[in-house]
């Protein structure tokens, strides 16, 4: 390759670079949300955190991130839920993706629990 072209490219290849890696970040996120209010089966609770690995296993197969999953919630008002997870995708798809393949689960947390789980489109900017 010619000299004369080789820094051209090269800027073209890192502004290139540069807007894959800004269209990722600006790309709001999207949240899945799981909260449990209540216990109402103790040895069906006890079976669905024997999941717990697995759902970890699962949340990186669909390159999600765990933000937040803890029996530690502090009420600020009202009361706390008893267990809390917040988990990141970079898309809808992977996030219902992600829903889809934890059906099992979903049905042993609601045999078990009064609990919620719902999905919430974040946004990319901090204002």
Known sequence: MKI???????VAI????GAVVHARTTTP???????IDEITDANGFEA???TADAT?????????RYFARTEKVTAL??????FFALI?????????????SMKNTTALRTKATKSR???VEGTSHWH
Do not use: C, H, W
């Open 56 to 64: 970890a296993l699962e949340v990186q197969f669909e390159d999600g």
């Open 117 to 119: 789980s719902f999905i």
């Open 88 to 100: 990141a995708f970079d898309n809808m798809t992977r996030a219902k993706d992600f829903n889809d």
């Open 77 to 82: 008002d009202r009361s706390a839920p008893k």
């Open 4 to 10: 004369q072209y080789a820094l051209p490219l090269a």
């Open 29 to 35: 996120p999207i949240y899945v949300v799981v909260e």
């Open 14 to 17: 890192g502004l290139g670079f």
């Open 48 to 50: 669905l955190r024997q």
